[in-house]
């Protein structure tokens, strides 16, 4: 079975700056591009970044840019969202996605970021 499981979340002060990771398993996970997706308080899914299989090619919603940066280690099969600069906008919870034929087929329980001085 396909598993997904992200962590690093927590509170953190505006400016401030956290790594989440996803553990994947049950999967090639080499084989497949990934995405990471948040869901603030109320609102619906937003797409954050995705990352092709090898690493060597990431794209990004406009307001992470410059950011956040995605990136994985196919050795150990995880998947990382490194989130600097934050601000309150960014309070969310953060999933971890596999993607198939142009769209998520898995996620993972999400973890919670919390930005508030």
């Known amino acids: 079975e396909v598993q997904l499981v992200e962590s690093g979340g927590g509170l953190v002060q505006p400016g401030g700056s956290l790594r989440l990771s996803c553990a994947a398993s049950g999967f090639t996970f080499d084989d497949y591009a990934m995405s990471w997706v948040r869901q603030a308080p109320g609102k619906g899914l937003e797409w954050v970044s995705t990352?092709?299989?090898?690493?060597?090619?990431?794209y990004y919603a406009e307001s992470m840019k410059g950011r956040f940066t995605i990136s994985r280690d196919n050795a150990k099969n995880t998947l990382y969202l490194q989130m600097n600069s934050l601000k309150s906008e960014d309070t969310a919870v953060y999933y971890c996605a596999k993607i198939r034929s142009d769209w998520y087929d898995y996620w993972g329980q999400g973890t919670q970021v919390t930005v508030s001085s």
């Open positions: 990352i092709m299989w090898n690493g060597y090619i990431t």
